[in-house]
């Protein structure tokens, strides 16, 4: 070519479904300003992805670590959870905790996108209160399990609420609950103890009546099965059954014995926080009652036949021998309506006397030294052995017992504190500084509870660094008040990650760390969603309350930059908000209170629900605004 000549190609690779198509995908980028343009249209839209949240703290490499952190749920949601090449785990697809885990953060990061997901996703529940565990190609398909190997997780049951309540927290949609929604049905029934031998495809699967007509129900009502039938599904120990696992897919091995306290305690607090919500319904929309299929009245004991909690074979006698019996193969079709204040009542009276029997039966003591630890067990085994505690000379003790203890709202403050001195002795690990999953139970493998202990101790389920379940406990931390050792757990996770030279991964927060800090599967992970929720709802303290505004902070001083501000910027309300915390005096979180708000430049009232919340109406976010807060 001449001098000062130039030439542009362009080369176009990909795939379409027929010739027809790939020629108009292509003529989309066949000339240079076209590819110019969509290439700038590609920047921008990533660019807004990961600015939907920003947070500036006084640590600037931390902040740019977040900005990957919140890109990695909306990887998730695209490609899966194990679309990259460093994984030996799954063949791609979200499972049934992945999507709501997952949700969490898109109710933040994509507001706009979530109510449709939630309502299709509980067409996965099935009327036992189990559900399908794989995600089908459309919208509201399921498939009972990706391997043709029917399992339930225990923990399932929980997740929808924890992320329905968000979702109602920031938008105020109390309506959602009042949507209707169809059942899951395939051969499994009584939670997979028997199998319909007279199911075929024909039925379908959607549960039907009697009469052959698909019946569907209400989220709310779809939310009370899940919940109710657990409350009853006991073992020996009065505690919920293990199953085939819960969290912690590891623990896969006490499904005839085992009993999960961990999530008995997650159960108890959800229904004390359903309980809640219902009331809150009645206040905000002026419903008293709800419609349901007159089966729950067996689930809903204290309002037709009272069952005694503290006899366990009565429970499980309840639950398999009439409700189950009630309930399958086909619901009757009929509803009733039920007095709310009917209904919290029933869900008051479960959560508290979980709480109960759990704080009476589950208190681990351990003395080393001149020193007593205490905590809350977490499991018991096939033999029905509690799984906690000192077993000759080792200590065993899980972090997943802590968390829920804590994060449910069962452990009182002085239960925290004596959990949060144990969990820093012996699970703190004294070199890499992140927590364990667990301690070494000395065990060459411990098959009366999972393949997770046949597995080296500090690898995957078995000791390993496990961010999900450390940011959850962190989560906790900061929901009971103990914000230095909240932000001492998040510190530990992004100090391993930013180690590049020993976690060996591109910026992010990967699924665990193992006993040489190298992080693993990066992507298939819960970690970042929570993460996420927990920087911007509890650090910065900025999140909806039934669709109201709440500002409540828990900085510690060294979070906020040299001129005493920390800063977050996010959507409510379908609004941009770029919120600074002003703390002129340098001052701890717990010592300080929010003494003025401002809204672009006009002072702005609002009400103090206690000494560091602060409830702004939602009718005072009319556009995009920068509020000021002055902290002292």
């Known amino acids: 070519m001449a001098p000062g000549q130039s030439k542009s190609f362009v080369i176009a690779v990909g795939m379409e479904i027929s010739e027809a198509k790939t020629k108009v995908t292509f003529n989309r980028f066949n000339a240079t300003e076209k590819f110019e343009q969509a290439l700038g249209a590609n920047k921008k839209y990533w660019l807004d992805k990961i600015s939907s949240i920003i947070v500036k703290s006084g640590d600037e490499n931390f902040n740019s670590w977040m900005r990957w952190v919140t890109l990695q749920p909306i990887l998730r949601r695209i490609f899966g959870c194990s679309f990259l090449p460093d994984h030996d785990y799954g063949k791609g697809g979200?499972?049934?905790?992945?999507?709501?885990?997952?949700l969490l953060s898109l109710i933040l990061i994509e507001p706009h996108l979530v109510r449709e997901h939630l309502i299709n996703n509980c067409a996965g529940i099935r009327i036992d209160g189990s559900n399908a565990t794989i995600i089908g190609a459309r919208p509201g398909e399921f498939l009972a399990d990706r391997n043709a190997i029917t399992r339930v997780w225990m923990d399932h049951g929980?997740?929808?609420?924890?992320?329905?309540?968000?979702?109602?927290?920031?938008?105020?949609?109390?309506?959602?609950?009042?949507?209707?929604?169809?059942?899951?049905?395939?051969?499994?029934?009584?939670?997979?103890?028997?199998?319909?031998?007279?199911?075929?495809?024909?039925?379908?699967?959607?549960?039907?009546?009697?009469?052959?007509?698909?019946?569907?129900?209400t989220i709310l009502e779809h939310l009370l099965v899940q919940h109710l039938t657990q409350f009853f599904n006991v073992g020996e120990h009065n505690i919920i059954r293990l199953e085939s696992a819960d969290w912690n897919d590891g623990l896969d091995m006490?499904?005839?014995?085992?009993?999960?306290?961990?999530?008995?305690?997650?159960?108890?607090g959800n229904l004390l926080k359903l309980a809640d919500l219902l009331e809150d319904m009645v206040n905000a929309k002026g419903v008293k009652t709800v419609r349901l299929a007159r089966e729950l009245l067996i689930l809903l004991d204290t309002l037709s036949e009272k069952v005694n909690y503290d006899d366990y074979r009565a429970k499980q006698s309840h639950l398999f021998g009439k409700y189950f019996h009630h309930v399958q193969p086909e619901l009757s079709g009929e509803?009733?309506?039920?007095?709310?204040?009917?209904?919290?009542?029933?869900?008051?009276?479960?959560?508290?006397?979980?709480?109960?029997?759990?704080?009476?039966?589950?208190?681990?003591q351990v003395k080393k030294g001149s020193k007593t630890y205490t905590w809350?067990?977490?499991?018991?085994?096939?033999?029905?052995?509690?799984?906690?505690?000192?077993?000759?000379?080792?200590?065993?003790?899980?972090?997943?017992?802590?968390v829920f203890s804590i994060m449910s709202g069962m452990a009182n403050p002085e239960e925290i504190k004596g959990v949060i001195t144990s969990v820093d002795q012996f699970l703190k690990d004294k070199e890499l500084g992140g927590y364990r999953l667990n301690t070494d139970f000395g065990l060459r493998h411990y098959l009366d509870l999972g393949r997770a202990f046949g597995f080296a101790y500090?690898?995957?389920?078995?000791?390993?660094?496990?961010?999900?379940?450390?940011?959850?406990?962190?989560?906790?931390?900061?929901?009971?008040?103990?914000?230095?050792?909240?932000?001492?757990v998040l510190k530990s996770i992004y100090q391993m990650s930013a180690n590049g030279a020993r976690s060996k991964i591109y910026p992010g927060i990967p699924e665990y760390f193992d006993s040489e800090g190298r992080g693993m599967y990066h992507y298939l992970t819960g970690s970042a969603s929570w993460l996420v929720l927990t920087e911007l709802?509890?650090?910065?303290?900025?999140?909806?309350?039934?669709?109201?505004?709440?500002?409540?902070?828990?900085?510690?001083?060294e979070e906020f930059n040299k001129k005493g501000i920390a800063a977050v910027s996010c959507q409510f309300t379908g609004k941009r908000l770029d919120i600074e915390y002003h703390n002129p005096k340098r001052l701890d979180a717990g010592q300080y209170a929010i003494k003025e708000i401002w809204l672009d430049g006009k002072a702005l009232k609002f009400n103090h629900n206690d000494d560091d919340h602060a409830c702004i109406p939602r009718t005072s976010i009319t556009k995009d605004a920068v509020i000021k807060v002055i902290l002292g």
């Not at 938008?171 to 009042?178: A, P, T």
């Not at 389920?461 to 450390?470: D, I, K, P, R």
């Open 537 to 557: 709802l509890y650090v910065f303290g900025v999140r909806g309350k039934r669709g109201q505004l709440v500002l409540a902070p828990q900085l510690v001083k």
């Open 458 to 488: 500090g690898t995957k389920e078995n000791g390993a660094f496990f961010s999900h379940m450390n940011v959850m406990y962190a989560a906790a931390l900061y929901q009971r008040g103990f914000a230095h050792a909240g932000h001492d």
């Open 94 to 102: 979200r499972g049934w905790r992945d999507i709501w885990q997952d």
């Open 376 to 402: 809350f067990n977490g499991y018991y085994d096939n033999q029905a052995k509690r799984v906690e505690g000192l077993h000759e000379k080792n200590v065993r003790m899980t972090l997943t017992g802590q």
């Open 254 to 268: 006490a499904a005839s014995r085992g009993e999960s306290v961990a999530f008995s305690s997650f159960y108890g």
């Open 335 to 364: 509803t009733i309506e039920v007095a709310i204040k009917d209904l919290v009542g029933d869900l008051r009276a479960k959560g508290h006397w979980l709480f109960a029997h759990i704080r009476h039966q589950e208190k681990i």
């Open 158 to 217: 929980a997740w929808p609420l924890l992320t329905l309540e968000l979702y109602i927290d920031q938008s105020g949609d109390f309506d959602i609950l009042l949507e209707k929604q169809v059942y899951f049905r395939d051969p499994q029934l009584s939670r997979t103890q028997q199998k319909d031998i007279a199911w075929g495809r024909q039925y379908g699967n959607k549960l039907l009546d009697k009469k052959g007509h698909v019946y569907e129900g």
